[in-house]
């Protein structure tokens, strides 16, 4: 594993550790977002290790990891599917305004142990090297 994926690993992994801190406080939409993070650094790992750029947007995070999880993994959609996921609680957490605007305590629980599946998922593929 190259040294920048390695470090993107290690940014996650900070980042489901802050989540988990910040979980314990009850500060359920703070949490969410700090899981996204987590998972969004652990995809940023895969991209630079398998095309040597990081993506500059949110959606371009998403998009690539997508495509590349799908290729090296074609039977699970799961990390997708939760990157995509965690991004939509921490919206709400960032901009949401309203009634509808929460992240519920469960939803930050759900999100922090995603987040916690996801990088260990990236880790051990990259371990794995290319497929």
Do not use: C
Request: proline share 3%; no cysteine.
């Amino acid at each position: 594993m190259t040294p920048e994926a390695e470090a993107y690993l290690a940014k996650a992994r900070e980042d489901l550790e802050d989540a988990r801190e910040i979980l314990r406080i009850h500060l359920a939409k703070v949490a969410a977002r700090s899981a996204y993070y987590a998972a969004f650094h652990a995809a940023e790992a895969l991209i630079i290790e398998r095309t040597g750029r990081v993506a500059k947007t949110h959606s371009g995070v998403r998009a690539a990891f997508a495509r590349l999880w799908l290729n090296a993994s074609q039977a699970d959609r799961s990390a997708p599917t939760f990157l995509a996921h965690a991004y939509r609680l921490k919206e709400i957490g960032d901009y949401g305004v309203g009634q509808g605007a929460l992240v519920t305590d469960d939803e930050a629980h759900e999100a922090v142990e995603g987040a916690a599946k996801f990088i260990a998922s990236v880790s051990a593929l990259l371990t794995r090297g290319p497929p």
